[in-house]
């Protein structure tokens, strides 16, 4: 066996346990995890949370905001309120689940790298995750009252964008080769 076959067998079983890896994350959050919002729920409530602090502490808004869970009886999103009255969305399809695990999942089944590496990277990668995510709801909250003709496009594609440049940046970091030898 050529280092040619050996080379696109790794690259085929790597993607067949991608595409498992995936599949099997699907199933149980469409049946088990999102119908109890678990982890969607503390997620949404984090990213909203911290929306609220940094729009506070930007003071880009001529008022002060807070939040509130379930607003109008929606049972996966949270509200920025002003005196208690909602005006901005955050549900649970913008809270990054699916980008943090989609940022675990090619981590864990990269080979020939220490465990030790990886849950380091899997850590710092989920901080920066949820750090860029709240910055970006930020963004999408400031959009939305002073640009909201550009909101949509902002929203689905530019900070879609963004994140998945994170994500690969952090890829492209792991597999940066190190100067001292790797523990296995």
């Known amino acids: 066996m050529g280092v040619s076959n050996t080379v696109n067998n790794s690259i085929k079983s790597f993607f067949i346990k991608l595409f498992l890896l995936a599949f099997s994350w699907k199933i149980i959050q469409m049946f088990v995890l999102t119908p109890i919002r678990i982890p969607d729920m ?11 602090h940094l729009t506070n502490f ?14 109008n009886n929606s049972a996966t999103a949270n509200s920025l ?4 009255i909602s005006f901005f969305y955050i549900d649970d399809t913008c809270n990054g689940l699916d980008i943090m695990m989609i940022y ?19 850590l710092i990668g989920l901080i920066v995750l949820i ?8 963004a999408l909250l ?8 550009s909101f949509d496009f902002n929203h689905h ?17 792991f597999l940066k080769k190190d100067t001292e030898h790797e523990i296995k």
């Not at 503390?42 to 609220?52: A, D, K, R, S």
């Not at 309120?81 to 208690?84: A, I, L």
């Not at 594609?157 to 952090?170: E, H, K, L, Q």
């Open 81 to 84: 309120t002003k005196e208690g």
């Open 58 to 71: 930007l003071h880009f808004l001529n008022f002060p905001i807070g939040w509130m869970m379930n607003p």
């Open 131 to 138: 750090i860029a995510n709240i910055i970006r709801c930020t």
């Open 157 to 173: 594609y530019v900070f879609t964008f963004i994140m998945y440049g994170i994500i690969i940046s952090g890829w492209l970091l």
């Open 42 to 52: 503390y997620l949404t409530n984090m990213i909203t949370i911290g929306t609220v």
């Open 104 to 122: 675990i999942g090619i981590l864990a089944l990269i080979p020939h790298k220490s465990i030790q590496k990886k849950l380091l990277f899997i």
């Open 142 to 149: 400031w959009i939305y009252l002073y640009h909201h003709t």
